[in-house]
């Protein structure tokens, strides 16, 4: 059911250490460097003071030294084990802020990789999954990207210490510093296996995860509070969580298993590598082979010792889980982009200049599709021209904008902009002679005023209130209390206004209408509007796309009228091509869906006004209203 994730990372520890090095010296956080090296050197003092502290005193108590020397060097030890101290906890507090900056660093390269990579890959499942798992691994300073400092400056200290330590025991006994390694490093060599067994099962886990996480959030959805009330899917969505839990448990103590032999092991070994040790250096002191203060500097050194090494070993691994998560991040960072951005040819769109597009020979097919969705489209979309693209649902409308757009590239033939493939253009500069509305809304955590200029600096207030006022918004946002600069997104704000699906839509177009572009694509706009507005838009529609080229996708065949030509699009291709009244005079398909739609609309208009006539004035104007969605259409 489960893919396990055995690809070999991209890169290695030493390049991701690198990376991470470049980071912090690029984004002016030496500092970070600094201290990690400052940190490491203090701990080092500060373990040595620890070592020799006991064993000095006892040697010089030994000795019967006088008095005021005793008490100089006990003082001696405590102020250099003060200031060290000290010293430390200043060079540890200062070092935070300088991690959190690197790491959230990489959150911003991050954000603009999703922001602007090739659409494409945002249905790419693998990018997704790079990208979840990179987001996961920059959370918090806990996790890779701002831990490894942690890390690195751990693993300095402790290979320092080992080799000090080391040299301190072999001095002794060379064999004893081979029964702690031959013991630590059968450890490492144990948790380094459970980590591979813990990266392949990674995917596993996320799965799971990510299944209960969508169950959860289903729940409290808001989008979906209606749906789950009136289908009563609590049920449903209770049982499926549970199905998902339990799963998740059974991986969980299939992993935990594995987990425990693996502690019963280390600690078998913890007592092999102590064991042996202590009691030679106890043997030792019996043969008066050794003073009292040599064996407590040893017996700690030994301690010491073996706590070295299970921290190189445990550093390593920590690294190397670490130095795998790094891998992820940049592997994301680096996904391929499958469109010309910096090294494409730089586009800038000129007031004076006229654009056209051209479509030859156009296929797409979306990948794992068995069929192409376009086939063989031919048209030029000429400057200043006003198009309307119908078809019936899956007909490949919204498919054949987000190819004009530059979201997708076409399977087969070309997207000409004045003669030119956009392939051969930065499509980040391409994307800038569009302006849109989608679909699917997307509303910032901002204000109405930045909604409409997207951006937060800079707007040109008089242009967000014309453009409120052709959208028909304006009134409704000068009568909230903080007019344009009400907050949008109850999620970010809590004195945030919702507006209505049909507020919104206008909201999206008075944004399309805001960003002067040559282009205007209009992908169903009025699809939530009540039929006063929609009217008041088809009114406008001129005015609003004046000195543009645009395409404008509706399913109400009878509001494309006003386009100086209509594409009708059927399995894929163009079916016909022609003005309204063309396409009526043809007789095709056009004439056929214009014929069902328009006999609807008088069927109902006759039946509205036989049972009209049957009602009082009070109860006409109660069904007019409700006619109009919520909204009186006298207003
Ligand atoms: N991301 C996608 N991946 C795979 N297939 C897709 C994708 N998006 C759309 N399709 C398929 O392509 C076909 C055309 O879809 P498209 O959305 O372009 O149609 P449309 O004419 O805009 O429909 P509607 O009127 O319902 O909006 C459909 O059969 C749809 O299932």
């Known amino acids: 059911m489960f893919t396990k994730s055995n690809s070999t990372p991209k890169y290695n520890t030493f390049q991701n250490i690198g990376f991470m090095i470049r980071l912090a010296w690029n984004s002016d956080e030496k500092m970070v460097l600094v201290l990690c090296l400052l940190i490491a050197l203090l701990s ?112 300095l200290i402790n290979l320092t210490c080992f080799f000090l330590y080391g040299s301190l025991l072999t001095q002794v006994q060379p064999v004893l510093i081979l029964v702690i390694l031959a013991t630590s490093g059968t450890s490492y060599f144990l948790s380094r296996h459970l980590d591979s067994y813990r990266y392949t099962h ?81 043997y030792l002191v019996f043969q008066q082979e050794m003073d009292v203060p040599a064996f407590l500097l040893l017996f700690t050194a030994v301690d010491g010792f073996s ?80 198009l309307a693209v119908v078809g019936l ?29 956009i392939r051969t253009y930065n499509r980040t500069d391409y994307y800038t002679f569009f302006s849109a509305v989608f679909q699917e809304f997307s509303l910032l955590a901002a204000t109405v005023a930045a909604n409409v200029a997207q951006t937060e600096d800079e707007i040109d207030q008089k242009r967000v209130e014309d453009c409120l006022e052709k959208a028909g918004l304006r009134a409704k946002i000068k009568s909230l209390p903080r007019q344009y600069e009400t907050c949008l997104n109850r999620e970010v704000y809590e004195d945030a206004v919702l507006f209505s699906g049909g507020e919104t839509q206008r909201l999206m177009l ?63 291709k163009i079916l016909e091509e022609g003005t309204h009244e063309e396409l009526l005079n043809l007789g095709g398909k056009y004439a056929q869906l214009y014929e069902i739609q328009s006999k609807y609309y008088r069927e109902k208009t006759e039946m509205n006004h036989t049972d009209m006539s049957k009602f009082t004035d009070r109860e006409q104007t109660k069904f007019v209203y409700r006619k109009g969605e919520g909204r009186n259409v006298s207003e």
């Open 44 to 155: 080092v003092a500060q373990n040595l003071i620890d070592l020799y502290i006991s064993p000095v005193i006892l040697d010089a108590v030994e000795n019967h030294v006088p008095v005021i020397r005793l008490l100089f060097t006990i003082a001696g030890f405590a102020i250099a084990s003060m200031a060290v101290s000290a010293a430390l906890t200043y060079a540890r507090q200062n070092s935070s802020p300088g991690r959190i900056s690197v790491r959230c660093e990489i959150v911003n390269l991050l954000n603009r990789k999703a922001a602007t990579t090739a659409y494409p890959n945002l249905e790419d499942n693998r990018f997704l999954k790079l990208l979840e798992k990179s987001n996961e691994y920059t959370n918090c300073n806990q996790e890779a990207a701002g831990a490894i400092w942690e890390t690195l400056t751990l693993l």
């Open 202 to 282: 990674l995917d596993e886990e996320a799965e799971y995860a990510k299944r209960m996480l969508y169950l959860l959030n289903q729940a409290k959805d808001f989008g979906a509070a209606k749906d789950i009330r009136i289908f009563g899917l609590c049920t449903w969505l209770e049982e499926l969580y549970e199905k998902n839990l339990e799963a998740f448990l059974a991986f969980h103590r299939k992993v935990e298993g594995v987990y425990l032999w693996a502690r019963i092991a280390d600690v078998i070994l913890t007592f092999l590598r102590n064991g042996t040790a202590y009691a030679f250096l106890i």
């Open 307 to 386: 706590s070295w090494v299970l921290g190189i070993l445990d550093g390593f691994r920590t690294l190397h889980k670490q130095s795998l998560d790094i891998s992820t991040i940049r592997e994301c960072l680096d996904y391929p982009e499958i469109f010309s951005f910096t090294d494409g040819i730089p586009l800038k769109w000129e007031t004076q200049k006229s654009y056209e597009i051209r479509l030859e020979h156009v296929f797409f097919r979306y990948p794992n599709a068995s069929e192409d969705t376009l086939k063989d489209i031919n048209f030029t979309l000429h400057p200043g021209e006003k």
């Open 393 to 421: 649902n899956g007909a490949g409308k919204t498919t054949l904008i987000r190819l004009i757009c530059g979201f997708y590239d076409p399977t087969a033939g070309h997207v000409l902009l004045n003669g030119t493939d």
């Open 510 to 572: 008075a944004r399309a209408l805001y960003k002067d572009a040559p282009f205007v694509i209009l992908d169903e706009p009025t699809a939530a509007l009540d039929p006063i507005a929609e009217a008041d838009i088809y009114g406008k529609y001129n005015e609003m796309t004046q000195g543009k080229s645009s395409i404008f996708i509706s399913h109400r065949l009878a509001s494309t009228r006003f386009c100086d030509r209509i594409l009708m699009l059927g399995d894929g």
